[in-house]
């Protein structure tokens, strides 16, 4: 199955909207590429939607977290919206979800932008 991503700017953050599988292959090409690009623009501040995601393999958790470390680098973030059950199980088991932060809508992730939590 493909992979689908749409990105556009929402009050000075980046939204990616991510449809698929997130897999070995060309679709970590794809996400790994406009992720780069993105960076490379100066947008660092990502809002990840994960609501039309089917499916993520080992490559594909692991290109998400390039994406956040390479973004904290940037000094931005990434935070993660719309998970489906399985996506959200996924990143429990691995514990990704202690490293990740998790909204479940736009609204709530767009805010944790402007209200970071203190160390």
């Not at 070995?24 to 690009?37: F, N, S």
């Not at 490293?99 to 609204?107: G, K, M, P």
């Amino acid at each position: 199955m493909a992979i689908y991503i749409v990105d556009k700017m929402v009050d000075g953050l980046t939204l990616l909207d991510i449809r698929g599988q997130i897999t070995l292959g060309e679709e970590t090409g794809i996400l790994r590429e406009k992720t780069r690009a993105l960076l490379e623009a100066g947008h660092a501040r990502i809002i990840v939607d994960l609501g039309e995601v089917s499916y993520i393999d080992s490559a594909g958790l692991a290109t998400l977290v390039t994406l956040y470390t390479s973004a904290r680098k940037h000094g931005g973030d990434v935070k993660l919206i719309h998970l489906t059950h399985r996506v959200r199980g996924l990143l429990q088991i691995t514990r990704l979800s202690t490293v990740f932060e998790i909204f479940e809508n736009l609204q709530e992730a767009q805010q944790s932008f402007n209200n970071p939590a203190g160390p």
